[in-house]
T-cell receptor
Framework: NAGVTQTPKFQVLKTGQSMTLQCAQD?????MYWYRQDPGMGLRLIYY???????DKGEVPNGYNVSRLNKREFSLRLESAAPSQTSVYFC??????????????FGSGTQLSVL | ELKVEQNPLFLSMQEGKNYTIYCNYS?????LYWYRQDPGKSLESLFV?????AVKQEGRLMASLDTKARLSTLHITAAVHDLSATYFC????????????FGKGTRLSVIA
């Protein structure tokens, strides 16, 4: 089972360049999320999509945009990359049935360096 | 605003010893999750705790939840090297379908 697939796994950008991180899930989940992980900061939510057609800001949305392309895919775009966006990015998904015991399933992460 | 605090953030344990990781959160919730992350890897779910007094155990790990104290603990019994990883707790607000808020993680290193 593929689960949550993120591409690319590694990326180096120069300041000011743009790029899109791709995420796809094959579990028919309703909700999808983008987190960033920085040393000593845990995981912080950038944006999420509770269902197809909706997106909402998380804790650290500045400098990012998202697109929920369809139920399967949720992309994260950096329009003008900055060194402060150097991080590991994780995509996640969940069923969002409303049941409290549902879990998040994570992708393998994208390590992004902005020089 | 929901805040989640873990301590300690770093923990070096000897094999065979016991220790507890603490997770405090700031807002009423009865939905608490523990995740494990191996170096360079993604996160995998360990436990889901959904009510006051809930206790879950798997192998040498046992998690509990006290919603009145807004506290969860992850207890490690007779640590072994394979438990070396970073452990995160995460909390979801009781009402609504809201995203998880994660603690900063506890990096555990088990040494011989």
């Amino acid at each position: 089972n593929a689960g949550v697939t993120q591409t690319p796994k590694f990326q180096v950008l120069k300041t000011g360049q743009s790029m899109t991180l791709q995420c796809a899930q094959d579990m028919n989940h309703n909700s999808m999320y983008w987190y960033r992980q920085d040393p000593g900061m845990g995981l912080r939510l950038i944006y999420y999509s509770a269902s197809e057609g909706t997106t909402d800001k998380g804790e650290v949305p500045n400098g990012y945009n998202v697109s929920r392309l369809n139920k399967r895919e949720f992309s994260l775009r950096l329009e003008s990359a900055a060194p402060s966006q150097t991080s590991v990015y994780f995509c996640a998904s969940s069923e969002s049935t409303g049941l409290p015991n549902e879990k998040l399933f994570f992708g393998s992460g994208t390590q992004l360096s902005v020089l | 605003e929901l805040k989640v605090e873990q301590n300690p953030l770093f923990l070096s344990m000897q094999e065979g010893k016991n220790y507890t990781i603490y997770c405090n959160y700031s807002t009423t919730s009865d939905r608490l999750y523990w995740y494990r992350q191996d170096p360079g890897k993604s996160l995998e779910s360990l436990f889901v705790l959904l009510s006051n007094g809930a206790v879950k155990q798997e192998g040498r790990l046992m998690a509990s939840l006290d919603t009145k104290a807004r506290l969860s603990t992850l207890h490690i019994t007779a640590a072994v090297h394979d438990l070396s990883a970073t452990y995160f707790c995460a909390v979801r607000l009781s009402s609504g379908n809201t995203p998880l808020v994660f603690g900063k993680g506890t990096r555990l290193s088990v040494i011989a």
